[in-house]
């Protein structure tokens, strides 16, 4: 961030802080009340403003507020403020599922996307209720990978929704709730605020696995998930090239930073068989292996460049679930049981010490 724009923030921030938390007088800011402020080049700000969830009708006049505080700064072109109300218990069933395990990549691009769905449709396949739930709001998967487009989640109790079900699994997408021939134009607060919408109003049934297929990047939008949702543990993709490591390690860091235990990375497109049987390393070889071991992190394995693989995302037909004897099938059984008995071991309480 230049300097204009460090000034900019700063300025903002002394704004928000100088409103007065209607509950406990403190600046909203020092209260906690600010979320996903983004300050851009353009000039354009956005912020969430986070009220307790049997107050937030006191919030309203609050946010009208903050808008025009920030608003009448020098340099402010614009102002999105998006005030939300979610301290509650969550009105849908996050809370019955047993392990949610984050599937991330840090960076586009990589795979990770098919990578989550497959791995999904693997716990299924070892005798897991599992679910998915497609959290790239800027472009969702789910409707796509599993041959749903078109199709909308049904409305459930107390304003929640029913996840929709297909191949052993229950998903829900963003996508299956805007016109996929819209760009998703979202600012940082809102996109923060449909991400808060997807974990928090889905009706989920009694789960032992839930899989979030991460939005790339290591922004705003996925610190607010990690705070939000107790992980078991995250998974990691990438490709082999050194473009997509320096984006593991970041990723690895926002993780560690979060305390969300790193399951195992996983290196997809790692290499190519040829048809002699040889394997052409297309990207690079080893590479997201090595970046595992140097963080002191699992590595859990790789997937190669597969047509199959490919043909059956395009057609909405997982190749996990659809054909199970396929060699990369095997493989991302394989995966799953490794990322089970690491999230077994992580789970486990430390031992205690007595002293006589």
Known sequence: ???????????????????????????????????????????????????????????????????????????????????????????????????????????GGVGKSTVAANLACAFAALGNKTGLLDLDVYGPSAPTLFGLQGRKPLPGPEKS?????????ETMSIGYLVDPASPMIWRGAMATSAVRQMIDDVMWGELDVLILDMPPGTGDVQLTLLQRVPLAGAIIVSTPQEMALADVRRGIAMFEKTRAPILGVIENMAYYVLPNGDRAYIFGQGGARRTAEQAGVPFLGDI?????????????????????????????????????????????PAPSITVN
Do not use: W
Request: glycine share 6%; aromatic share 4%.
């Open 161 to 169: 929704l029913l996840p929709i079900e297909a191949f052993g699994l």
């Open 304 to 348: 190669p460049i597969d047509v199959a693989l490919r043909a059956s995302a395009d057609a909405g037909k997982p190749l996990v679930a659809t054909d199970a004897s396929h060699s990369v099938s095997a493989q991302f059984l394989d995966l799953a049981r490794a990322a089970l008995a690491n999230a077994a071991r992580f789970a486990k």
């Open 1 to 107: 961030m230049n300097n204009r724009l460090a000034l900019l923030e700063n300025r903002v921030k002394a704004r928000l802080d100088a409103i007065k938390d209607p509950l406990n007088g403190a600046g909203l800011l020092s209260a906690g009340r600010v979320s996903g402020l983004a300050v851009r080049e353009d000039g354009k700000i956005s912020f969430t403003i986070e009220a307790p969830a049997n107050a937030s009708e006191r919030y309203v006049g609050v946010r009208a507020e903050a808008e025009a505080a920030v608003r009448a700064l020098d340099g402010a072109a614009s102002v999105l403020v998006v005030l939300t109300s979610h301290d509650a218990p969550p009105a849908a069933g996050i809370g019955r599922v047993k392990s949610v395990i984050a599937v991330a990549s840090a960076k």
